[in-house]
């Protein structure tokens, strides 16, 4: 008798994450939220906090107040997030003054702009939950999807300009949004926030995700639009992203990229930032199915065992292009696919100062250090906003560097809101350095609970050491990117900027080097574990080497690529200085 030569061997099903359960359980996002709601206890179950974030928000703890637990009868200082899901970053006036209102009557009297064109609260208590969230309802602003397990804050270039391309890429940016959009989650959405009808959710009730199913996404799934010669959304940082092609100045189609992202965790070596690949050409009017598409490969192939590597880039890194190219084409876009496009990124557009519309109106962008809208001492930039929106009537749209721009603003206007600007004491854009200009950070401590250093709090120290470093070098006109995270989790992308800092423990950030400017390469790890007062030296000795080496007219970034790591190790030393 022979043996088989290849016997089968029993495989068993990886064992899904505790979260796939508190999905598939939740009656569409229901769970107990409602009732929780009303308990009268100031958090929630670890069950409901996990569904809270499908609804736009976030449990947290105001870890500044930590220091008072150790007194009797202190507990944890709960306190909730709340994210708007604003495709585009676009407001009305109107709307963007009832946030304003908000910010003041229900969280901590700042807004707070992120990194992909939304807006946040913190510090908003339990008992103003629901008043906060049927508060930006009723400005027709939703914050379902905001956060979860679904397709985010759907981001593109926010210039208000009239231009075709930037029309286009608007409105299919709201496209995706919509059809994206959780359907069965947003009934209950309406049941515990805005008082709706409930629904049946029983065997037979018909309630369906059409698009999800009942247990959504392995994780958050990030889309984007960038042009080549304005990359200001990081198109290849995105789970999915367009990058349109431009013919006599109108968008004609779009190359379509997939597998991007920033997050990794610490002593897993598994995970990893990447960049997304391009994958094909889609026309126009296939952009939103293609979202569809890519969504639903995402929801059956996707981990869901390991919420650490559930991110569809890492499908893309195991698989390959050329793998994820046949089974898109063949089970989801079901039909051949088009090569892309041979295109390059060449630039990123602030869109800082003042600017002219195709209507022959003007919008100006206006710089917010970290994203902070806030009024402190003579910087009174929330009052100022307030103040100018309200007189003007401007359109608010908010940029994925944290910045805000104004439009539809009468040529004959301009003259007093730049004076009204020098009153509440906001500096022009050209005073502003280039590295300010250029840097962004998470808000990490003491709101976030991934956090394990400081970041928004820490930054402009930082950035005002460095103002005077690269001044003396003659470098203070360099665009130089420099993002700083509270933890490896990226919401700031650090791992495409030219200089990254992410939070270590304590004081100690991990030092990245070497990206670039427009968001087409990764940086590398330069050293670990460096104390915060050692990051300026240890930089101060690169730019000096990259005043005297540079080629031409190389930029920062290119500079430390090109010279590798041992080289500028050699420049830094160890990390405590020594």
Same mark, same amino acid.
């Given at each position: 008798?022979?043996l088989d030569?290849?016997p089968?061997?029993?495989t068993?099903t990886?064992?899904?994450?505790?979260?796939?359960?508190?999905?598939s359980?939740?009656?569409?996002?229901?769970?107990s939220?409602?009732?929780?709601?009303?308990?009268?206890?100031n958090?929630?179950?670890?069950?409901?906090?996990?569904?809270?974030?499908?609804?736009?928000?976030?449990?947290?703890?105001?870890?500044?107040?930590?220091?008072?637990?150790?007194?009797?009868?202190?507990g944890?200082?709960?306190?909730?997030?709340?994210?708007?899901?604003?495709?585009?970053?676009?407001l009305?006036?109107a709307?963007y003054?009832?946030?304003?209102?908000?910010?003041?009557?229900?969280?901590?009297?700042?807004?707070?702009l992120?990194?992909?064109?939304?807006?946040q609260?913190?510090?908003?208590l339990?008992?103003?939950?629901?008043?906060?969230?049927?508060?930006?309802?009723?400005?027709?602003?939703?914050?379902l999807?905001?956060?979860?397990?679904?397709?985010?804050?759907?981001?593109?270039c926010?210039?208000?300009?009239?231009?075709?391309?930037?029309?286009?890429?608007?409105?299919?940016?709201e496209?995706?949004?919509?059809?994206?959009?959780?359907?069965?989650g947003?009934?209950?959405?309406?049941?515990? +926030?805005?008082?709706?009808?409930?629904?049946?959710?029983?065997?037979?009730?018909?309630?369906?995700?059409?698009?999800?199913?009942?247990?959504?996404?392995?994780?958050?799934?990030?889309?984007?639009?960038a042009?080549?010669?304005?990359?200001?959304?990081?198109?290849?940082?995105?789970c999915l992203?367009?990058?349109?092609?431009?013919?006599?100045?109108?968008?004609?189609?779009?190359?379509?990229?997939?597998?991007?992202?920033?997050?990794?965790?610490?002593?897993?070596?598994?995970?990893?930032?990447?960049?997304?690949?391009?994958?094909?050409?889609?026309?126009?009017?296939?952009?939103?199915?293609?979202?569809?598409a890519?969504?639903?490969?995402?929801?059956?192939?996707?981990?869901?065992?390991?919420?650490?590597?559930?991110?569809?880039?890492?499908?893309?890194h195991d698989?390959?292009?050329?793998?994820?190219?046949?089974?898109?084409?063949?089970?989801?876009?079901?039909?051949?696919?088009?090569?892309?496009?041979?295109?390059?990124?060449?630039?990123?557009?602030?869109?800082?100062? +003042?600017?002219?519309?195709?209507?022959?109106?003007?919008?100006?962008?206006?710089?917010?250090?970290?994203?902070?809208?806030?009024?402190?001492?003579?910087?009174?930039?929330?009052?100022?906003?307030?103040?100018?929106?309200?007189?003007?009537?401007?359109?608010?749209?908010?940029?994925?560097?944290?910045?805000?721009?104004?439009?539809?603003?009468?040529?004959?206007?301009k003259?007093?809101?730049?004076?009204?600007?020098?009153e509440?004491g906001?500096?022009?854009h050209?005073?502003?350095?280039?590295?300010?200009? +250029?840097?962004?950070?998470?808000?990490?401590?003491?709101?976030?609970?991934?956090?394990?250093?400081?970041?928004?709090?820490?930054?402009?120290?930082?950035?005002?050491?460095l103002?005077?470093?690269?001044?003396?070098?003659?470098?203070?006109?360099?665009?130089?990117?420099?993002?700083?995270?509270?933890?490896?989790?990226?919401?700031?992308?650090?791992?495409?900027?030219e200089v990254?800092?992410?939070?270590?423990?304590?004081?100690?950030?991990?030092?990245?080097?070497?990206?670039?400017s427009?968001?087409?390469?990764?940086?590398?790890?330069?050293?670990?574990?460096?104390?915060i007062?050692?990051?300026?030296?240890?930089?101060?000795?690169?730019?000096?080497s990259?005043?005297?080496?540079r080629?031409?007219?190389?930029l920062?970034?290119?500079?430390?690529?090109?010279?590798?790591?041992?080289?500028?190790?050699a420049?830094?030393?160890?990390?405590?200085?020594?």
């Amino acid at each position: 008798m022979s043996l088989d030569p290849t016997p089968e061997i029993a495989t068993e099903t990886p064992k899904l994450s505790p979260v796939e359960g508190i999905k598939s359980a939740s009656r569409f996002l229901r769970g107990s939220i409602a009732e929780e709601l009303h308990s009268g206890e100031n958090h929630f179950s670890e069950d409901s906090k996990q569904l809270l974030k499908f609804h736009g928000s976030y449990q947290q703890e105001d870890r500044d107040a930590r220091k008072n637990r150790s007194k009797a009868g202190v507990g944890k200082a709960y306190m909730f997030m709340i994210r708007l899901k604003l495709p585009g970053g676009k407001l009305t006036p109107a709307q963007y003054l009832a946030m304003d209102e908000i910010c003041e009557k229900y969280a901590n009297g700042t807004i707070r702009l992120t990194t992909r064109q939304s807006i946040q609260f913190h510090g908003i208590l339990m008992p103003n939950l629901k008043n906060s969230i049927a508060a930006m309802n009723d400005a027709l602003v939703s914050t379902l999807g905001a956060c979860g397990d679904v397709n985010r804050n759907v981001v593109t270039c926010p210039a208000p300009t009239g231009d075709p391309v930037r029309v286009q890429m608007q409105q299919l940016t709201e496209d995706i949004a919509a059809h994206l959009a959780p359907r069965a989650g947003n009934k209950a959405y309406h049941e515990i +926030w805005l008082n709706g009808e409930k629904v049946d959710t029983g065997v037979g009730s018909g309630e369906i995700e059409p698009i999800y199913g009942n247990v959504y996404l392995p994780r958050k799934f990030k889309t984007g639009f960038a042009m080549p010669h304005d990359n200001c959304t990081d198109l290849l940082a995105q789970c999915l992203g367009y990058l349109a092609v431009i013919e006599n100045g109108k968008p004609v189609g779009y190359n379509v990229y997939v597998g991007g992202g920033q997050g990794t965790t610490n002593s897993k070596p598994d995970t990893y930032p990447l960049l997304a690949q391009p994958i094909a050409y889609v026309d126009p009017d296939e952009v939103v199915f293609t979202a569809e598409a890519v969504a639903k490969l995402y929801r059956d192939h996707g981990y869901r065992d390991d919420r650490k590597r559930a991110r569809i880039k890492y499908l893309m890194h195991d698989w390959g292009v050329e793998k994820f190219r046949d089974v898109f084409a063949k089970d989801y876009f079901q039909k051949p696919l088009r090569a892309p496009k041979d295109l390059a990124i060449t630039g990123v557009d602030l869109h800082l100062g +003042w600017h002219k519309q195709a209507d022959g109106k003007l919008f100006i962008g206006v710089s917010v250090e970290n994203g902070r809208i806030k009024d402190e001492g003579n910087y009174r930039l929330r009052s100022a906003l307030r103040a100018i929106v309200s007189k003007f009537q401007c359109i608010v749209r908010i940029s994925t560097q944290q910045d805000i721009l104004l439009g539809d603003i009468a040529t004959s206007d301009k003259a007093a809101i730049d004076a009204m600007l020098t009153e509440y004491g906001i500096p022009r854009h050209e005073n502003l350095s280039m590295v300010q200009k +250029w840097s962004m950070a998470c808000p990490a401590i003491p709101t976030c609970g991934l956090a394990i250093t400081e970041s928004e709090r820490s930054l402009p120290a930082l950035v005002d050491q460095l103002e005077v470093v690269l001044k003396d070098l003659q470098l203070d006109n360099e665009p130089i990117s420099m993002r700083m995270t509270g933890c490896p989790n990226g919401c700031a992308r650090p791992f495409q900027s030219e200089v990254g800092l992410v939070g270590r423990g304590g004081t100690k950030y991990t030092m990245y080097i070497g990206g670039d400017s427009y968001g087409r390469r990764l940086n590398f790890e330069l050293q670990d574990s460096v104390p915060i007062e050692q990051v300026t030296p240890k930089l101060k000795a690169i730019f000096q080497s990259f005043k005297a080496e540079r080629q031409n007219a190389e930029l920062f970034g290119s500079y430390c690529h090109r010279v590798g790591i041992d080289k500028l190790l050699a420049l830094i030393g160890p990390p405590n200085g020594k």
